[in-house]
């Protein structure tokens, strides 16, 4: 067996069906497995849905079987899972994956995890049980991971066998495990990747894969720590870089990542690309923002993208610059999990974390990098660590989040479709794309197909306490789909007192939702508009019917609707501070041609009720938006007085005497950054006047 073989196999399990046989032949067998941290195992999701109905209805319905002995194992986290839990198969999509804890095998070798997507093509081997033969055995095969399509690893040489679904796949290059087996087709076969532990995330209880990630990488460093220990993935790393090899080396890496195990995880994505970004761009010293959008859930990932790191004008030269990146990595990450989690974090592990980089630093950092990592860590110096509190006052450079959320749906093709795109904005400049469908879909399918895509930009635009705002550039007549009221939980979250939380609720409830001309803004700005936006910026703010025949009762009266050209005359003359206010839909007749109207005038804020409702009401929601617009004190403070409002209306215990379904146009010419200020509670008393 060669070295890395040798590691993978104490590390397999086969899934059996729950049973007290300890002889193979007369075992269930379902398929393979392998362990990435003390007593946690991870296979595909298909191979313990053999199991059926009872695997995801009861705790212990896995029989697991490695080489330290045999137990029942609990599947805690699943993707996908079947539709329906009494069901006894699913469809078993990408990332047909599954995590099941195994009490009792707390000491079985875990294989190491690879910290990024794998590099393809790339040299692999294929390990995990099979009958192939006949008799049940390990068994282990050569072949090449030659390309990563979408969510699929794809294999060719010698493909998976039958039985071996479940098992590693090991890239033979790093000695890292980059894959799971799944399947295999005619001319190859297919895995799935390692980053697709992501997914598991975001499904319910997710979080808990923190403490296995944590659990994992102290689990490495504790056997390249121990002598007596064997065979261990950090020495094996190092036999295959060979000598003279520039960069971040497995026995720094090992203790890096051990680090970063005792610190508070990071709040999602955009925390580690924010701080990956600074790093690139000051190690690169250009702006380095990758045209590729990563999905790290870990701080040890934000590292793996920054430990190839090359000069891309000096032709793939200067390796070291990958050192300093890593290092200057490791301080802002240190210094961001003291300032954000005060509470959380271990002040005296803190304390060796930074002794550490500080000794990295000295030993192989450039001496500019080096000065930037002892500026930072002197914000973390004994008199900062002495207590919590301390550390909260230390002064912070103002933040914002890191990325707003585009949503871009076009003009109607091919009869109803409407193309859809949804790109994350950059500081109100820079654009990268997550997701388009160019065939288009029709509007009652939008939150279907915007849900996951919504979800995932979301969690990379956020960056702490700081949400990303989500703009949605329409066509008109989609001005009143209620984006604010989509969910992108579960659908049973939000009635569901044991299911509810902040990621169940609506959109509009947590931040800010606004829409967006899509024709207009496809423009350069006219001056009305211009004109308009300075006028509702910082000025306090009045309401003014957006249709003429509205009267004192705020509602038009019965008759012959107002025309466009008059409309505009009308919308002209208005206040640059007076923001026209509609009680009913504006994405047909006549709303829609007011609507028109304020536009061409070059209104920049507009609110309206979309919602069907008796006319009775529109006089008191005139009278609610106008006390709206009077405490906002201009554009920006509108946002939170509109969230106040939805989050009263959406309680039955605040909600009466209130109307809702207010929806926002908030389409200034100049799109400045949102997201500057962080989180606040909203204040639920309805205002008096």
Request: hydrophobic share 35%; aromatic share 6%; glycine share 12%.
């Amino acid at each position: 067996m060669s070295a890395l073989e040798e590691m993978v196999r104490p590390s397999l399990a086969r899934i059996v069906a729950p049973g007290d046989g300890y002889a193979p032949d007369r075992e269930e067998y379902w398929g393979s497995g392998f362990f990435i941290a003390p007593g946690w195992l991870l296979t595909c999701a298909h191979v313990v849905g053999k199991g059926g109905a009872a695997v995801w209805r009861s705790g212990n319905a896995v029989g697991v079987t490695w080489q330290g002995g045999k137990t029942t194992g609990e599947v805690v986290l699943a993707k996908p899972r079947p539709e329906e839990p009494d069901g006894a198969r699913g469809s078993w999509r990408f990332p047909d994956i599954a995590l099941v804890r195994v009490r009792g095998a707390d000491d079985a070798p875990c294989v190491w995890l690879s910290d990024r997507e794998p590099t393809i093509p790339a040299p692999v081997s294929l390990h995990g049980w099979s009958r192939q033969t006949g008799d049940l055995g390990m068994r282990h095969g050569i072949g090449e991971a030659s390309a990563l399509d979408g969510k699929a690893l794809l294999l060719t040489g010698q493909t998976p066998v039958e039985g071996v679904s479940g098992g590693p796949v090991v890239d033979l290059r790093y000695g890292a495990v980059i894959g799971m087996n799944k399947g295999r087709g005619r001319h190859e076969g297919a895995a799935v990747p390692i980053t697709a532990l992501r997914e598991l995330y975001d499904v319910r209880g997710g979080e808990l894969l923190h403490t296995v990630m944590r659990e994992h990488d102290l689990h490495h460093l504790g056997r390249f720590n121990d002598p007596l220990a064997g065979a261990d993935w950090t020495r094996a790393q190092t036999r295959l870089r060979g000598p003279g090899a520039h960069g971040l080396d497995p026995g720094l890496r090992v203790r890096l990542y051990g680090h970063f195990a005792q610190l508070p995880p990071p709040g999602g994505p955009g925390e580690v690309m924010h701080l990956v970004h600074e790093v690139k761009s000051r190690v690169v010293q250009e702006d380095y923002r990758s045209p590729i959008e990563h999905d790290p859930r870990t701080w040890r990932e934000g590292a793996g993208l920054l430990h190839g790191l090359r000069d891309p004008g000096d032709h793939g030269g200067r390796p070291e610059l990958a050192l300093d990146a890593v290092l200057l990595y490791a301080a802002k990450v240190a210094g961001q999990a003291a300032l954000d989690h005060p509470a959380d974090v271990d002040r005296d592990r803190l304390r060796a974390f930074t002794a550490w980089i500080t000794e990295q630093a000295t030993l192989y950092a450039r001496q500019a990098i080096r000065e930037d990592i002892d500026a930072l860590l002197d914000r973390l110096s004994e008199e900062t660590l002495r207590t919590p509190t301390t550390v909260a006052t230390v002064a912070r450079t103002p933040s914002r989040a890191r990325a707003d959320v585009l949503v871009d749906v076009g003009e109607p093709v091919y009869g109803e479709r409407y193309p859809l795109s949804v790109k994350l904005l950059y500081d109100g400049q820079d654009v990268t794309p997550l997701y388009s469908n160019d065939h288009g879909v029709h509007r009652d399918e939008l939150h279907r197909y915007l849900r996951e895509p919504l979800a995932e930009a979301l969690r990379l635009g956020d960056r702490g306490e700081h949400l990303a705002a989500v703009e949605a550039f329409l066509p008109r007549r989609l001005f009143d789909v209620p984006l604010d009221d989509w969910r992108l939980g579960p659908d049973d979250g939000w009635d569901d007192a044991d299911l509810f939380d902040e990621q169940s609720m609506p959109l509009g409830l947590r931040r800010v939702v606004v829409i967006r001309d899509r024709r207009r803004g496809a423009r350069p700005p006219s001056p009305e508009w211009r004109r308009r936006w300075a006028g509702v910026a910082n000025r306090p703010l009045s309401a003014g019917p957006l249709r003429g025949e509205a009267t004192a009762q705020g509602h038009p009266e019965t008759g012959r609707p107002e025309g466009r050209m008059a409309a505009y005359g009308r919308l002209s003359g208005m206040d640059d501070a007076c923001v026209p206010v509609h009680c009913g839909p504006v994405g047909s007749g006549p709303g829609l041609d007011a609507m028109a109207a304020a536009l061409a005038a070059g209104h920049p804020l507009v609110l309206w009720r979309r919602d069907g409702h008796d006319h009775d009401e529109c006089r008191e929601f005139h009278l609610r938006a106008g006390q709206l617009l009077g405490l906002a004190g201009g554009a920006e403070g509108l946002h939170r007085q509109v969230r106040e409002l939805r989050i009263r209306v959406s309680d039955p215990d605040t909600a009466e005497g209130l109307v809702g379904d207010i929806a926002v146009l908030f389409d200034p010419p100049d799109r400045p950054p949102h997201g500057t200020e962080p989180m606040q509670p909203p204040l639920m008393a309805a205002p008096d006047t």
